[in-house]
């Protein structure tokens, strides 16, 4: 059994966290400056110390440091004579490096089809009516074969049904050529904020993320300094992260330690652009991956920015000072007071107000699962490197990490974009035309056999896909839900969608 993780010292004792539970994930809060930054480093250098992977999002661009050992700096003296602490072994962590933006680490991307339309929709701020057209989208590509795997491929599929809606309309309902502009244009919006490069292949694969390298989890950290000036983006990409660690690992029950640690940082922008309903299926999320031996941790400045129904499953808490300039921030640490497990010898709601930096009131679970009672205590200082490796340094990781040259090579496979794109050019029918066989159209004609049927050379008539919907409707039901809305745990929490 994994020995627990010593994360903060009082005047008289350590404070550690349960490796067994981990997996009933936690959280980290606190105001700007107040030490969540080093907390984080903390805690990812001990589960990684067990051989736990991590994965978290460097906010601020100064993480990559925990990849070399620390040193002893005036800072750090202080705070090690104050702690009575011995000198640490210093020593650094594997360390993966992912951008979405491929600038500052390996390429991390996902396929639309993978994402599915109900994050899609999140992602492109849509509304119930856009959402329902997106669907539908969804839906003719996967009753015509046609992968969407960039955003070209989407943009030439909603080019395709908006300009032939009335032959969809009787099989799929109604086709608005105003949600298509709507959706056209929130795609242009999400490429020219870089989220074109998010999408193709090689999609990531879940399992990278679980490596271990001599007996230490690596830390696969995500450049997201950048990626924070379009918060849509970055909190859909990490949702999209944990909906596939749930679809794609198996049931472990209680584990003596975690598969795997998801800080989630910046957390309220998770929640703060979520609709009800999404609300409620990422609070299934939270509760259900613990089953796949996944800990999730909520980084961000107040409990309050976390539902109430997500921050009751929370059971290790790490609570940095707040400043209550308001009466919201007031309103914080009446509510962190109330919630905590009281200690008759700590009056909780002054301390929140009084701690230093580096100072936390923590609560971990203990072996029973019952949080341990508030206590006042010092995070220890971590023992790789406070701040960003250099530029030099970073291109090393990069260029020997265990998935070097994995993804770095973009796949640009046939798709919907190359179905749809006419293959001849000049003197292709344009319109209502182009669902019309012509000579010499090659894989358009073939797309509209296939969608509308043909004659055949004796003289009969060839059933078309459309054609045949109404026949197969009956036996394609179970078979639909699962390959069209169902991608990915959100999509199949949330089921069907009305269209």
């Avoid at 400045?301 to 609570?319: A, C, M, Y």
């Avoid at 990069?398 to 003197?427: M, P």
Wanted: overall charge neutral; aromatic content about 6%; glycine content about 8%.
């Amino acid at each position: 059994m994994a020995d627990p993780l010593i994360i903060a010292k009082t005047s008289i004792a350590d404070l550690a966290l349960l490796p067994t539970m981990a997996t009933r994930h936690g959280c980290i809060t606190g105001a700007t400056g107040t030490g969540k930054t080093v907390t984080l480093q903390k805690l990812a250098e001990s589960f990684s110390a067990i051989g736990v992977p991590v994965f978290m999002a460097d906010i601020k661009g100064d993480l990559t440091g925990i990849c070399r050992p620390g040193s002893l700096s005036s800072k750090m003296k202080t705070r090690i004579d104050m702690l009575q602490l011995d000198t640490p072994a210093w020593e650094g962590f594997p360390v993966t490096l992912w951008d979405i933006f491929q600038e500052q680490g390996h390429p991390l991307r996902a396929t639309i089809s993978d994402m599915g339309p109900v994050l899609l929709a999140r992602l492109l701020n849509l509304n119930d009516t856009q959402e329902g057209v997106l669907t539908l989208v969804f839906k003719v590509a996967d009753d015509h074969g046609l992968l969407l795997l960039d955003l070209k491929d989407l943009r030439a599929l909603l080019q395709f049904v908006g300009d032939h809606a009335d032959q969809f309309k009787t099989q799929y309902g109604n086709v608005s050529s105003a949600s298509i502009g709507a959706i056209q244009r929130s795609l242009l919006q999400i490429e020219k904020q870089g989220g074109d490069k998010f999408f193709g292949e090689p999609m990531l694969n879940i399992e990278d993320l679980m490596q271990t390298i001599d007996g230490k989890g690596v830390i696969n950290i995500l450049a997201a300094d950048k990626l924070l000036n379009s918060p849509r983006l970055y909190s859909t990409s990490l949702l999209w992260m944990l909906s596939e660690l749930y679809e794609n690992l198996p049931e472990t029950g209680d584990r003596e330690k975690p598969k795997l640690v998801f800080f989630f940082d910046e957390a309220h922008l998770l929640f703060s652009m979520a609709s009800p309903a999404l609300l409620e299926k990422i609070e299934q999320v939270v509760r259900l991956i613990r089953s796949k031996g996944v800990g999730v941790y909520f980084v961000t400045q107040s409990p309050f920015d976390i539902p109430e129904k997500v921050l009751t499953q929370l059971g290790n808490r790490v609570q940095h000072a707040l400043r209550a300039f308001t009466p919201r921030d007031q309103k914080a640490v009446n509510s962190i007071a109330e919630t905590m497990r009281p200690n008759l010898k700590l009056n909780v709601k002054q301390a929140i107000l009084e701690l230093s930096v580096g100072e936390a009131l923590i609560s971990f679970l203990d072996a029973d699962g019952s949080p341990d009672i508030a206590e006042r205590a010092f995070i220890l200082p971590p023992v790789s490197q406070i701040g960003p490796i250099t530029a030099d340094e970073r291109k090393q990781l990069i260029q020997s990490s265990i998935v070097a040259g994995v993804y770095e090579q973009e796949i640009d496979r046939e798709s919907a974009f190359e179905l749809l794109q006419a293959r001849v050019g000049a003197g292709r029918p344009a319109g209502s035309d182009i669902l019309k066989k012509q000579t010499g159209e090659g894989i358009l004609g073939e797309l509209s056999d296939l969608l509308l049927g043909s004659s055949s050379k004796r003289g009969g008539r060839r059933e078309g896909v459309i054609d045949a919907f109404a026949k197969s409707a009956a036996r394609s039901v179970g078979s639909s839900i699962a390959r069209e809305i169902t991608r990915g745990l959100l999509g199949s929490l949330l089921g069907q969608k009305r269209r």
